[in-house]
């Protein structure tokens, strides 16, 4: 079991005039939400009420109702007489996310010559990952690589799919944070995602989505490997 730093909670204070009375639990869920995402609060973690109260200035109602909210997005868990846990997700999860991805973002690049979607801010995302790996930021770069994968998503110009995609994303952040060495994960995954693009960019969108479903079968493959240890990590 994995224990948050005191330093962790003493973070959230530096957010609390973001609160108001209007949306004070949808505000809070948003703050922990970012804080479980960023990694501060990493997977199997035990969220403490009374931690969270004191940096955010909240009540307990306050940070319940927001823990359902967390609950519904499936980022944390309640454990009857345990409290609130951030989400573990399992090897099925891994490979339900996986197969999901594969249905939307292979498509999204294929059906790019019917769409001609804007692919700037697909090569602005890669420029901003190069940058965090050349500083050997190594989770910047994985958070750069699932805003990649979003971009290519929103490809498929779809509001809905972008949307319904987005607890998709969040559940691949938990993922990611369950692989221990981030900088093995995403270093060889950075110079596929050029590939997929720049193949894509040539305009031979069915070599890209070939190679995007090759990829992300590898991704899942090594992905399950690490759960292997799992048990030992958490």
């Not at 204070?13 to 108001?20: K, Q, S, W």
């Not at 939400?33 to 009540?59: H, M, N, Q, W, Y």
């Not at 938990?174 to 981030?182: E, G, K, R, S």
Request: charged share 30%; aromatic share 6%; proline share 3%.
């Amino acid at each position: 079991m994995t224990s948050a730093s005191a330093g962790s909670y003493a973070s959230l204070a530096a957010h609390r005039d973001r609160l108001d009375r209007a949306s004070r639990s949808a505000q809070v869920a948003d703050i922990v939400r970012e804080g479980i995402l960023d990694g501060a609060f990493r997977p199997g973690t035990r969220l403490s009420e009374p931690d969270i109260c004191a940096a955010l200035k909240v009540s307990r109602n306050t940070l319940r109702e927001a823990f359902r909210t967390l609950i519904e997005e499936r980022l944390v868990v309640h454990e009857l007489n345990r409290g609130v846990f951030v989400r573990i997700p399992s090897a099925e999860d891994v490979s339900e996310v996986y197969r999901c991805r594969r249905v939307v973002e292979c498509a999204a690049l294929r059906d790019h010559p019917r769409t001609g979607a804007d692919l700037a801010p697909v090569r602005d995302i890669l420029e901003r990952a190069d940058r965090a790996a050349a500083q050997n930021d190594w989770t910047g770069v994985g958070t750069a690589d699932v805003d990649f994968h979003r971009a290519v998503t929103a490809l498929n110009e779809s509001r809905l799919l972008d949307a319904l995609m987005s607890n998709v994303w969040n559940e691949l952040r938990l993922i990611f944070h369950v692989v221990a060495d981030p900088n093995a994960f995403h270093h060889p995954y950075l110079r596929r995602n050029h590939e997929v693009f720049d193949t894509l960019a040539r305009g031979d969108a069915a070599a890209a989505a070939d190679m995007l479903a090759e990829y992300l079968g590898d991704a899942e493959a090594q992905i399950l490997g690490a759960y292997a240890t799992i048990d030992r990590e958490y």
